[in-house]
């Protein structure tokens, strides 16, 4: 599983370098990277996952449902509270704490649960996506713009949280597409993984790469994000005895752990952009998790496996 996993996330990492070389080529802008970034927020990621949900309903597949909202929240609640003492302990920006708490858990993430585990597995990434965003739209937005609230609103109207509530009702209503929507759902599907990396590519393209690689703090935040926080999930989900719970739980809570351990979240970059808030900073720190995640997915991949 390793393997696979090392094989697909240099494969997207292939992918980013190619939209950084079209950068470079003066073929495309920086600033273009937006309208493949709308694709697949809006439409190539929600068809993606409500093509997810086209299984028949049944026990075991609620029952591991269920076990990865509960990962997700416990994942999330585990965030939040190490984020108090590495803020004070590395005198972390409000940019830089959110980035180590949320993660890029939809359109990184389903490429890779596809990959390594098979479609099948997709519906059980969404929870995690829907739980992050409900925290995302509170604790994230108070830490970036110093604002208690909850915009339950931001939360409601997300294009995922819509897509993850038109997927429950197509799986408890057992709704099937007609087999040109299947095609052509299926078709746009593959469409996320290299999407999403040509992306990344063309900002890592427009960077200063020298000023951005001598940045301590952007790998002490790599570092936070990749390793340091995901470590002691790793360890509760292998060792906690919820894998037992359902059948392939082990597999289920692992999909859990590669939301935990991906790199940071676009939305922080989005969020810093409305409040006024180093979103340029936020940007870059994407951008370097999401190339480092080539090597510490996979580890954390491998010692979860050999624990």
């Not at 109207?157 to 299926?186: E, H, K, Q, W, Y």
Request: net charge positive.
């Amino acid at each position: 599983m390793t393997i696979l996993l090392i094989n697909k996330i240099a494969s997207m990492l292939l992918m980013m370098l190619a939209g950084v070389l079209l950068v470079k080529l003066k073929l495309v802008r920086p600033e273009e990277s937006k309208v493949l970034s709308t694709c697949a927020v809006y439409l190539i990621l929600p068809v993606t996952i409500i093509r997810t949900f086209q299984v028949t309903l049944t026990k075991d597949i609620m029952a591991g449902f269920l076990l990865t909202i509960a990962a997700s929240v416990l994942i999330l609640t585990a965030f939040v509270l190490l984020s108090v003492p590495a803020g004070k302990l590395f005198r972390l920006t409000p940019v830089e704490r959110a980035s180590v708490v949320y993660s890029n858990a939809g359109n990184l993430i389903l490429p890779l649960v596809t990959a390594v585990l098979g479609d099948q597995y997709i519906i059980y990434a969404t929870p995690f996506m829907a739980v992050q965003l409900v925290f995302l739209w509170s604790h994230g937005k108070s830490v970036i713009c110093k604002e208690k609230g909850f915009h339950i609103k931001k939360v409601l109207l997300n294009v995922n949280i819509i897509s993850v509530g038109i997927g429950v009702l197509v799986m408890i209503t057992g709704l099937r597409f007609p087999s040109v929507i299947d095609d052509t759902m299926a078709s746009l599907s593959t469409l996320l993984a290299p999407t999403t990396m040509l992306t990344t590519g063309f900002l890592l393209g427009g960077m200063d790469l020298k000023k951005v690689l001598l940045n301590r703090r952007i790998w002490l935040v790599s570092l936070l994000r990749l390793i340091v926080f995901p470590l002691p999930v790793l360890l509760v989900l292998r060792f906690s005895g919820l894998a037992s719970l359902v059948p392939e739980g082990e597999k289920l809570l692992l999909i859990s752990l590669f939301a935990a351990a991906a790199p940071s979240a676009a939305t922080v970059m989005q969020q810093a952009q409305v409040y006024g808030s180093e979103a340029d900073y936020a940007g870059a720190i994407n951008v370097v998790t999401t190339t480092l995640c080539v090597v510490t997915m996979p580890l954390m991949t491998m010692l979860y496996e050999l624990l």
